[in-house]
């Protein structure tokens, strides 16, 4: 499996609707990838917050509309990162999707662990309440968002519903970065799956981006980490080391305590 991490800048000076029409085109070069991954919240930048209601669009908006074209252009499944979304009938959500390669809607995750202290995100938007699995070819994914990744039970309850492969789009800021590179790692040796984690470059709202995208076996082993900047991280995957790693160091059957939360 050939997976591609587009660690998108994101800049207050650029539009939404610009790097809309960018991030497009960004996966629609990726044909020849199975897997393509952006960024949460790469539209308005995660830490916009101010820009979240006024940017925010139903699930099947604009953004929803731009990726289910370019994944069916590139033929790859693409996890467009995360988006504002706006539900009618309730709060704002910062919703992940993930599109197969003929441009449909294969998942849908609402971000469960919300930053920000009582204040930004942790006010202005929704919980979700569901954890998300969606059937790759060869490879179960199970999916996360940014501050969920410090959170280890929600990867176990992933990995009860079968994921071995994590995917985790983030914004996440370059002054905690030594964080998000050490939890990458710990998220992907404690449940034995392949972790991959994209961020974001440049800075929004002043806050400089880690940038840093990382992708990581089911042994802890680096398989290939971005630089500061835009880039386009491409890394091949063995769905089959999964099932190796687990059996040859079976640490997954000796837990004693599990995780009961909601799954769909």
Known sequence: MRASLIQIGVDDNESVDSRRQRAASLVSEQAGADLVVLPELWTTGAFAYE??????EPLEGP????????????GVWLHAGSIPERDPEGPLYNTSLVFSPDGEL????????????????????????????VRLPGTTAGLATCYDLRFPELFRGLVDAGAELLVIPAGWPERRRSHWTLLAQARAVENQAYV????????????????HSIVVDPWGE??????????????ELDPG????????????????????????
């Open 51 to 56: 820009s979240f209601a006024a940017e925010a």
């Open 63 to 74: 953004t929803y509309e731009a990726m289910a074209k370019a994944a069916s252009d590139a």
């Open 106 to 133: 294969a998942a849908a995750y609402r971000k469960i662990h919300r930053f920000g202290f009582d204040k930004g995100e942790a006010v202005l938007m929704g919980a979700g309440s569901s954890l998300v699995t």
């Open 196 to 211: 991959l984690a994209c961020g974001t470059a440049g800075t929004h709202a002043g806050v400089p981006q880690a940038g």
């Open 222 to 235: 680096v398989l290939g980490e971005a630089g500061a900047g835009e880039e386009v991280l491409t890394v």
């Open 241 to 264: 080391r999964v099932a190796t790693t687990r059996e040859q160091f079976p640490a997954l059957k000796d837990r004693v305590l599990g995780l009961d939360a909601p799954r769909r």
